[in-house]
């Protein structure tokens, strides 16, 4: 295809189509940029709002500079945030997920935050795969503010009552168990693994992948995941199998998603299930859950050459390269986000806020030291398994500009395999083809 | 022509005055100006689009002329969608046609109970399609959803069903949220038709020694026609773009069960970002869906 007539370009294309349908609602003239400019522009999806407001207000208290706190659902944030740019919206900082960094980045979006030594001294103490994942192209863009990892959870009653004394170790273990409980009549299906087409999917299998000691891509960025020696293929023929061959999985795996998936838990329904690791705050509340109390974490089951280690996902605060290019707007920009990623007050206030009001965990090693988070933790879960497999987790390998468009491939093919249309080998032989394709591309 | 000169043209034959031609054009600008910039300029600018490579996380925005729509034709995933949409708009609107019929025919009738009926009629027309979506969700869900606990009540199953996530029962289960909610309008518009129909041509059909069913197949169904031809239209024309309960119920899954064209714009435009692929695909939409209004018209309007 040419390149001889442009369309403009990828701002004017958005501004002229908001402008169009802003002038057909009748609202130009409600925009004003000038008070927004006066304030930091924070923008983070929905959630702790109420911690952040919190947060917000000690940074303006202690600094005098107002913050302009905008929100907006995690479901849409990253379409949302993308019209944004494009139409040059205000914002200096803002929230950022680790699958997203490599194409806001590429796009222009983003500032590195290399050159603010008030920003980048505290990487010794953030985890390394958290400090990994605010990496791109040799250039660090966020301090982390969140990091979790998906767990292996069971229901410990459950398992007395089936005269089992100790969670699976293995992947081969837990199908015995399983099929223990079945057999028992306590579960239908022992095992909880949402399947849906969701952002979550991905995690649920990179977690099976890496306990496999797999890997999706190669140091190289090459696609290994249809490579039986690789251990993909042997975690989707093993959730095939748990579905159709041993039935502890239930074939409506593939319309469960994460939250149905942790209310079934909830319900007690299952003896196991790969949820994110906080659920089991709300697992362990009887206001949340019929089997509050039962619900331990035990490390990820290990593959046949695999380790107990698990895909962990990242969360960070990162300063758009608008406010970046500006001295003024950059140096605000920075402390705020010193003020939420950094030490306030001395301490790791809003990561520690966030622990301690939602359960979400946090990327900066101190903090498994503080007396009163580890309090906190220990009410609703073992603190050292906490640790130990957070310790073992690892960034997803698939993170590219192309991440999101490769994912809606994942969807269908593993799907389709998990419902017998395919192969587990021939649905990760699309997922590698679809990656192939989108790299030579890029 | 534009409407500007077809008015001007109809003001001169009715020999209206310069000034009052002004003046009528002047009061008319307003509902021109809300028309384009509401009708005109949407469709306008969306075929723009669909001739640009549009990706709101690259730079450049080539021009790539109708490459767009020769990539999406070469496209399998495409075609498999146009299929499925298909599926999707014959089976809902027969469906539709057939309860909405019958149940017009019901409420034509003087029974006890017949307003209460009615108004009951009207309430899955009320509800929103996001609420519809999810009502459906928890009744079809496998888990603990209402469809299976009936079917197990009355004994007609041993265990609990997967619904939605059978890749073979998914569409028909959409197909039925979306039948459940448009019946009520169709009968409506049948019912008005059904009575407008002379209660005199009964009566002669009677006089002729007519049965139950001949009177309808030569009397009922011919003047229902126009009727029938407005539901066809009409349903068709919201089956083919619909998206709402695809959304809720299924996102296009499993694997790709329910990934219809609507959902495949969705997802060019939304989750991939890619605005002139996008466009293009919902142009071949808006062009489908005339084409069929056109079918529908030509097919049952013969005898109008």
Redesign the interface.
């Known amino acids: 295809?040419?390149?001889?007539?442009?369309?403009?370009?990828?701002r004017r294309?958005?501004q002229f189509?908001a402008g169009?349908g802003l002038?057909?609602t009748g609202m130009l003239g409600g925009l004003s940029r000038a008070d927004a400019a006066a304030a930091v522009n924070l923008y983070t999806w929905s959630a702790g709002v109420d911690t952040v407001k919190r947060q917000a207000a000690a940074f303006t208290k202690e600094t005098g500079l107002p913050v302009n706190y905008n929100n907006l659902p995690f479901a849409q944030y990253r379409?949302a945030m993308?019209?944004k740019f494009?139409g040059q919206a205000p914002i200096d900082a803002l929230w950022v997920s680790d699958g997203w960094l490599p194409?806001?980045a590429?796009?222009?979006w983003l500032a590195p935050i290399d050159g603010y030594p008030d920003l980048i001294k505290y990487n010794n103490d953030v985890q390394s795969f958290c400090t990994e994942s605010t990496r791109y192209k040799g250039h660090q863009y966020g301090m982390t503010y969140y990091t979790d990892y998906m767990a292996f959870l069971y229901d410990a009653d459950m398992l007395s009552k089936a005269g089992i004394s100790a969670p699976p170790a293995s992947w081969d273990e837990l199908v015995d168990q399983s099929l223990k409980i079945k057999k028992a009549g306590l579960s239908?299906y022992p095992l909880m693994l949402p399947m849906?087409?969701?952002s979550w999917l991905i995690e649920f299998m990179s977690s099976l992948v890496f306990s496999n000691g797999g890997r999706f891509v190669d140091d190289t960025g090459r696609a290994v995941m249809d490579d039986p020696q690789h251990g993909a293929v042997r975690s989707l023929q093993w959730i095939v199998d748990a579905v159709n061959k041993h039935h502890i999985v239930?074939?409506?795996?593939?319309?469960?998603g994460e939250l149905n998936g942790f209310k079934?838990v909830a319900?007690g329904?299952h003896a196991f299930a790969l949820l994110p690791r906080y659920r089991i705050q709300a697992l362990n509340d009887p206001r949340q859950s019929h089997v509050a109390g039962h619900i331990k974490q035990a490390l990820m089951p290990a593959g046949a050459n695999g380790s107990h280690a698990t895909v962990a996902w990242m969360r960070m605060h990162a300063m758009s390269a608008a406010a970046g290019a500006s001295k003024t707007r950059a140096a605000n920009a920075a402390r705020l986000i010193e003020a939420f990623g950094g030490k306030f007050d001395g301490q790791y206030a809003f990561q520690k806020a966030m622990f301690l009001d939602t359960g979400t965990a946090f990327g900066v090693k101190p903090l498994f030291n503080d007396p009163e988070v580890k309090a906190a933790y220990e009410k609703y879960g073992d603190f050292a398994i906490f640790r130990k497999q957070q310790d073992l987790a690892r960034k997803k390998d698939v993170i590219t500009?192309w991440f999101?468009?490769w994912d809606?491939t994942n969807?269908?093919a593993w799907?389709?395999a998990v419902?017998g249309?395919s192969s587990a080998a021939d649905a990760l032989k699309t997922s590698a083809r679809k990656w192939a394709n989108l790299s030579k591309q890029a | 022509m534009s409407i500007q000169g077809l008015s001007k043209r109809w003001l001169a034959r009715h020999s209206v005055s310069g000034s009052d031609q002004r003046s009528a054009m002047l009061l008319l600008l307003p509902m021109f100006a809300v028309l384009f910039?509401?009708a005109v300029?949407?469709v306008v600018?969306s075929f723009w689009?669909s001739l640009?490579?549009?990706?709101?996380?690259?730079?450049?925005?080539?021009?790539?002329?109708f490459?767009n729509y020769l990539e999406t034709f070469r496209d399998p995933g495409f075609w498999a969608a146009v299929a499925r949409t298909v599926w999707f708009t014959v089976g809902s609107v027969l469906a539709i046609m057939i309860i909405a019929t019958l149940m017009a025919l019901l409420l034509n009738q003087e029974f006890r109970g017949r307003r209460i009926l009615s108004t009951a009629l009207l309430i899955p027309w009320a509800i929103p399609y996001v609420v519809d979506g999810l009502m459906w969700k928890w009744i079809y869900d496998?888990?603990?959803g209402a469809l299976n606990g009936l079917l197990l009540q009355l004994g007609l199953i041993r265990?609990y069903l997967?619904w939605?996530?059978?890749?073979h029962k998914t569409l028909a289960l959409i197909a039925n949220a979306f039948v459940w909610k448009e019946v009520p309008l169709a009968t409506i518009l049948l019912l008005v038709t059904l009575k407008s129909i002379s209660p005199d041509l009964y009566g002669a059909a009677r006089v002729d020694g007519a049965t139950l069913w001949q009177r309808f197949i030569h009397v009922t169904l011919p003047s229902l026609r126009p009727g029938l031809m407005l539901v066809a239209i009409y349903e068709a024309m919201m089956a083919v773009r619909h998206f709402d309960l695809f959304f809720i119920l299924?996102?296009?899954?499993?694997?790709?069960a329910s990934?219809v064209l609507s959902w495949h714009i969705y997802?060019e435009t939304?989750?991939?970002?890619s605005?002139g692929t996008g466009a293009a695909v919902a142009y071949l939409l808006a062009l489908a869906t005339f084409a069929m209004s056109y079918s529908i018209i030509r097919l049952l309007g013969k005898r109008l």
């Open positions: 295809m040419s390149e001889v007539t442009k369309f403009g370009s990828r294309f958005l189509s169009a002038a057909a379409e993308v019209t494009v194409e806001w590429d796009a222009g239908n849906a087409r969701e239930s074939p409506a795996c593939v319309e469960l079934a319900s329904n500009r999101g468009e809606e969807g269908t799907q389709a419902l249309q | 910039v509401v300029f949407p600018y689009t640009f490579d549009i990706r709101l996380t690259r730079m450049s925005t080539p021009f790539v002329g490459g496998s888990g603990y265990h997967v939605l996530g059978d890749t299924t996102e296009g899954g499993p694997a790709d990934h997802v939304f989750r991939k970002l605005f």
